[in-house]
């Protein structure tokens, strides 16, 4: 038996009920016969949408799409404060916009989307005060499992009149405190109390905390400069790191050195096996490290008074330095080991004092501060009959002499350095202006 075709009815017909192929038929012949009746409505038109144009495409995505919860849509214009004058754009970033990546900033900049007043700009580029920065919107960051903030412990008022009470120098941009031995200047392993954690009490009339730009041994004492900017931290940082502050450091030592004026230059590096807490010189893999010494007084053969001043910046550069020479500083077991302590009234604390410290200021002049020694080094410099009036050696600088043939090469190349970044910065100007190109 063949199948019905598909689409037919398979169930019972009604009872007198015509075929459905005889109904059809029946039905055309009755409107054939019928000329006057009405033809039906004729269906409306469909409209096909017209093709948009690619702007009417993004206004009707802008239209029917939303921004995502913290993003906007507007491009974000921000003016280039005093403090940061001079630096990166990418450290601007670094500093006012931290949620926003180097990887961000870069593809702004190569879509031409990073501008400096109008021009395009690259992350690499310093910006100077007044100038304007186009940032585009703000994009959707991926969800991230919030990190437990690290709250700083409140100071009490007994920690924050400690700390004001070491302050020996204060302006707009700096600060220098008198370090007393055995206070750490940052925190670390078991280290709770530290200089770093005094700041929330030297912000005085700023609403900004002041930030550490170099440091001093815990047992060391003396002078510590704090920037109270972020401008000043970014100068004074470059000033160390370039050498150009200058560090005196008074130290009694072991015996007396037999070259009264001399520089030591060993190269130092990590001792193994001691975690990096020791430092040893190591003449194969040690960095390059130079200090200079003047004997200041000598106690017979027993101890002398010296001045150090480190031209690098070494961990323990001066404690291994002296140690190294036969001359290790009173009071430091840690290089001297038991031959580095005088016996009698003499204390078994480390005998290294930053004296003084002097840096370019970043407002023009210079920080030029001395700090007072420590009651233990003090009664140690009076036991010992040293004149405590014979300290302070003038640097190299401050001898009044005629100029060398070194000097007259050093100012030449100073001032020929100064028109070569004079005629770079024209023709960056020239760079960014409005005029038109050559082609």
Do not use: C
């Amino acid at each position: 038996m063949k199948g019905r075709p598909p689409g037919k009815p398979t169930g019972p017909r009604k009872p007198g009920a015509a075929p459905q192929g005889r109904a059809r038929g029946a039905a055309k012949a009755a409107r054939a016969r019928k000329p006057d009746a009405p033809k039906p409505a004729a269906r409306p038109p469909v409209k096909t949408p017209a093709a948009k144009t690619p702007a009417a495409k993004t206004a009707a995505r802008s239209a029917s799409s939303s921004p995502a919860k913290g993003v906007s849509l507007d491009v974000r214009q921000f003016r280039v404060a005093a403090d940061d004058d001079g630096i990166r754009l990418d450290r601007w970033f670094q500093r006012h916009l931290p949620d926003i990546g180097f990887n961000t900033v870069s593809r702004w900049a190569r879509t031409g989307q990073l501008r400096v007043d109008g021009a395009r700009a690259a992350p690499g580029d310093r910006i100077a005060e007044g100038q304007t920065i186009r940032v585009p919107p703000a994009e959707p960051k991926a969800p991230e499992t919030a990190k437990p903030k690290r709250v700083r412990p409140q100071l009490t008022d007994d920690q924050a009149a400690f700390a004001q009470g070491l302050v020996i120098h204060r302006d707009a941009q700096a600060i220098v405190i008198n370090k007393p031995p055995g206070l750490a200047t940052q925190g670390g392993t078991k280290t709770d109390d530290h200089v770093d954690g005094l700041l929330d009490a030297l912000e005085f009339d700023l609403d900004q905390r002041p930030k550490l730009v170099h440091r001093l041994d815990k047992d060391t004492s003396g002078a510590l400069l704090v920037a109270r900017t972020a401008r000043s931290a970014a100068f004074f940082a470059k000033a160390f790191s370039s050498r150009t502050a200058r560090k005196v450091y008074w130290a009694i030592v072991m015996g007396v050195p037999s070259i009264e004026d001399g520089m030591i230059e060993l190269p130092i590096a990590k001792q193994p096996g001691t975690g990096g807490e020791k430092m040893h010189v190591d003449e194969e893999e040690g960095l390059p490290s130079r200090s200079r010494y003047r004997v200041i007084e000598r106690a017979g053969n027993r101890a002398a008074w010296v001045e150090l001043q480190p031209y690098t910046g070494r961990t323990h550069q001066l404690r291994v330095h002296m140690a190294a020479i036969g001359h290790p500083i009173v009071g430091d077991g840690k290089y001297g080991g038991k031959d580095a302590f005088l016996s009698g009234t003499i204390s078994r604390k480390m005998h290294l004092h930053a004296r003084r410290i002097r840096v370019d200021h970043p407002d023009g002049g210079r920080v030029d501060v001395r700090a007072e020694l420590p009651e233990h080094f003090a009664a140690s410099l009076a036991s010992l009959g040293f004149d405590l009036s014979a300290g302070d050696l003038p640097l190299d600088e401050e001898v009044a002499r005629a100029p060398t043939r070194e000097d007259e090469k050093k100012a030449a190349r100073a001032h020929a350095k100064q028109i070569r970044k004079g005629r770079k910065g024209e023709r960056r100007a020239r760079g960014s202006g409005g005029g038109p190109r050559r082609k």
